[in-house]
Each structure stands twice: as C-alpha cells, then as structure tokens.
C-alpha cells in the first residue's frame, strides 16, 4: 500500500515563507512524478507545480517566481519551498503522485495540508 504523507503546514504572514513536505512510503519501484496541488474555499483544486522523474518542472502561472518544488529521490521525497507568499495561497495543499508499484501505475494524493496566509 503506497502513501503519500505531508507535512509544513501552518499560518504564515504575509510576504512569508513556509516549507512543504510529502513523503511516499510502502513498496515503490518508481516514480514517474511528484508535484502539488491547491484547494483554497469555493473553488476548484488546482496545479500548483510538478516535478517529473526528468526533472522537468512546471509552474501555475501565480506561483512562477516564489515557489520552488524540489525531489529528494532516495527518500522519495517532494518539497515546495513558498516564499513570498500572499492571501490568495492560503488554501488545502496536496501532494499527488504517480508511482509504479505492487499494484502497477496509479496517482496517489495525500491527505492535504492546510496553508493559511494571513496577519
């Protein structure tokens, strides 16, 4: 059974920084991305960034410039390094991820972890 946990929530001020966590753990032959997504009240998740096996990244448009994502691959661990950061990211944060496992490919997602912006 594949997991995917996060951790490096919490409440930040605005203009500050926070670091986010996700590991996978259980039995993983390999991964084929690993990237975060957001759900902030009322609206739809969204692609925050995404880093592939290749390390190709990609970026929303919103975060390009303050958010950083980042793979530890022996740990199978993602990071999002937030700086910068302003009300409009305040929101659930989850990890996703495609992994090759007992059970073949499947996208996984964390439990979300809440980011709140605000003074």
């Known amino acids: 059974q594949v997991q995917l946990a996060e951790s490096g929530g919490g409440l930040v001020q605005p203009g500050g920084s926070l670091r986010l966590s996700c590991a996978a753990s259980?039995?993983?032959?390999?991964?084929?991305?690993m990237g975060w997504y957001r759900q902030a009240p009322g609206r739809q998740r969204e692609l925050v960034a995404v880093?592939?096996?290749?390390?190709?990244?990609n970026y929303a448009d919103s975060v390009k410039g303050r958010f950083t994502i980042s793979r530890e691959d022996v740990k199978n661990t993602v990071y999002l390094q937030m700086n910068s950061l302003n009300a409009e990211d305040t929101a659930v944060y989850y990890c996703?991820?495609?992994?090759?496992?007992?059970?073949?490919?499947?996208?996984?997602w964390g439990q979300g972890t809440q980011v709140t912006v605000s003074s």
């Open positions: 996703n991820a495609e992994i090759y496992g007992r059970v073949g490919l499947r996208n996984y």
């Open positions: 880093l592939t096996s290749g390390s190709s990244t």
């Open positions: 259980g039995i993983i032959f390999s991964i084929n991305r």
